[in-house]
């Protein structure tokens, strides 16, 4: 009932910047709380930031003053900007949203990498 795509990842050098974008389509009335998650390779996956419906934002320690979510609710898009970069942040990075009615769902996933 709810699709999520994510877009915007890529190859970066250490201290450069990501946006990434999650686009949310199907058939509800409106989205809970949004969520980015990541996984790197031979780790779990791990929580990231959450943006609440009104903008409550929450974030890993290690991400905090670096990255920013956001979401546009009129067009069911969240997004993640990611500013200094580390090689630590390469993972791939999920969009997570939560529907009420319809759960959980789980966006492919985009991979990040960041160079040294």
């Known amino acids: 009932q709810v699709q999520l795509v994510e877009s915007g990842g890529g190859l970066v050098q250490a201290g450069g910047s990501l946006r990434l974008s999650c686009a949310a389509s199907?058939?509800?009335?409106?989205?809970?709380?949004m969520a980015w998650y990541r996984q790197a390779p031979g780790k779990q996956r791990e929580w990231v930031a959450t943006i609440s419906p009104d903008g409550s934002t929450y974030y890993v320690d290690s991400v905090k003053g670096r990255f920013s979510i956001s979401r546009d609710n009129a067009k069911n898009t969240m997004y993640l900007q990611m500013n200094s970069l580390e090689p630590e942040d390469t993972a791939v990075y999920y969009c997570n949203v939560l529907v009420p009615g319809r759960g959980e769902s789980w966006g492919q996933g985009t991979q990040v990498t960041v160079s040294s």
């Open positions: 199907g058939r509800f009335y409106r989205i809970d709380v």
